[in-house]
Structure formats: structure tokens, C-alpha cells
């Protein structure tokens, strides 16, 4: 089964830009979620979305946004980028039969200068 | 406040010794805990989940303890190994936080032959 795919792996964007993030998930998992990791730093929920819904939500502003589509596979979007918005953007699957284990992506590795 | 801390100082162990990392949480409830390995450029890549009535939970060379008094589990590896080498991380599943998971930022493990 193939794992968690994320695209694209590496991506160098500019201040004030936007960028859309994608995922695609474990083939059956239903639940996809969305976490930043920069250095030193403990992995940041952003959100997760089952079934087309927004599930769950952290603290992140506005400018953060996702959506999840009939096959599961979800984007994330950041609109008006800021320096730091650098960072790991990991995605990670889930089946409802084992909620609690996620399996994650790569990460797509975001460079804002 | 509340809080999920790993040691963040790398840990050097001599392969074939036991390696010990810690996860300290303060104010929350929890449900589970989790440990994670992460290798540069990769997600995480979940290793073992212990629940808060569990004291102690086995994986081959890994594993895990989980003290809700003193508030801390610890994952020990034995034997280690140079290819053990990687980040370890922690992660916190409680309804605090509506069972997102809370991360701490991962304690780097250097197995040395």
C-alpha cells in the first residue's frame, strides 16, 4: 500500500505571495491532518479534515486554510506569506479503525523569503 | 501553563548501550502518549502508543514507560544501534485538546559505533 504523498517536497516563495500545499493520503484513511514544524519546535496542529469536513482547528490565523476533496486528498493553502511561515509543512493520514496512529508524509519544505 | 518537554540536547550513547529519553508534560489529562522517530527530510514514523492506565508497553528493542504521578514517560531503546540514530519525539493524546495530538519538539539520538 502506498504510503502518504505530499506535493511538491520543496518550495521557495516571497513575502506576500500565497501557496497552496498538497496531500494525498493512505489509500481507505479518511482522516487527513496538517502540521508545521520548524526547528526546535514541537510539530503545530494546523487542522484536520474528515469526510470533507474541518474536524478539528488550531491556532493559526486566518491566512491558514484547507480543504479536503471526495477522495480524501487535501490542500492547505497560505495567502499573503510571511518569513515565518518558513517551515516543515507535514501531512498525515488516519483510518478510523486506528484514529489515535498517524502516518505521515515527507512535508513539503516552504522557504518564504 | 500547560506544556509536552523532551530533553533538547542531543543524546550520545555508545552503541549497544541503552538509550533513555524523556517526555515531561505539565496540566494536562491524558489519554495516551505516543513516541515518534523522525529522520532528516522524513514525517515521523509512529513506534508505539501507551495509554494512561498502562505502566509499561514492549516493541521488540523498544520500550516505553508511562508514569501519570510524576507526569513523564521514558523510551528506552537497548542494544542501540548507529542506524537508531534520529530524532525521538513525543506526543501527548488527551481530551484537553480534543484528542489533537500535543507534540513535544523531539530529543536527537546519536548512537555511536
Known amino acids: 500500500k502506498a504510503g502518504v504523498t505530499q506535493t511538491p517536497r520543496y518550495l521557495i516563495k516571497t513575502r506576500g505571495q500565497q501557496v497552496t500545499l498538497s496531500c494525498s493520503p493512505i489509500s481507505g484513511h479518511r482522516s487527513v491532518s496538517w502540521y508545521q514544524q520548524t526547528p526546535g519546535q514541537g510539530l503545530q496542529f494546523l487542522f484536520e479534515y474528515f469526510s470533507e469536513t474541518q474536524r478539528n482547528k488550531g491556532n493559526f490565523p486566518g491566512r491558514f486554510s484547507g480543504r479536503q476533496f471526495s477522495n480524501s486528498r487535501s490542500e492547505m493553502n497560505v495567502s499573503t506569506l510571511e518569513l515565518g511561515d518558513s517551515a516543515l509543512y507535514l501531512c498525515?493520514?488516519?483510518?478510523?479503525?486506528?484514529?489515535?496512529?498517524?502516518?505521515f508524509g515527507p512535508g513539503t519544505r516552504l522557504l518564504v523569503l | 501553563s500547560q506544556k509536552i518537554e523532551q530533553n533538547s540536547e542531543a543524546l550520545n550513547i555508545q552503541e549497544g548501550k541503552t538509550a533513555t529519553l524523556t517526555c515531561n508534560y505539565t496540566?494536562?489529562?491524558?489519554?495516551?502518549l505516543q513516541w515518534y522517530r523522525q529522520d532528516p527530510g522524513r514525517g515521523p514514523v509512529f513506534l508505539l502508543l501507551?495509554?494512561?492506565n498502562e505502566k509499561e508497553k514492549r516493541k521488540e528493542r523498544l520500550k516505553v514507560t508511562f508514569d501519570t504521578t510524576l507526569k513523564q514517560s521514558l523510551f528506552h531503546i537497548t542494544a542501540s544501534q548507529p542506524a537508531d540514530s534520529a530524532t525521538y519525539l513525543c506526543a501527548l493524546g488527551t481530551m484537553d485538546s480534543n484528542y489533537q495530538l500535543i507534540w513535544g519538539a523531539g530529543t536527537k539520538l546519536i548512537i555511536k559505533p
Open positions: 496540566n494536562y489529562s491524558p489519554a495516551y
Open positions: 501507551i495509554r494512561e
Open positions: 498525515a493520514s488516519s483510518h478510523m479503525a486506528d484514529v489515535e496512529t498517524q502516518y
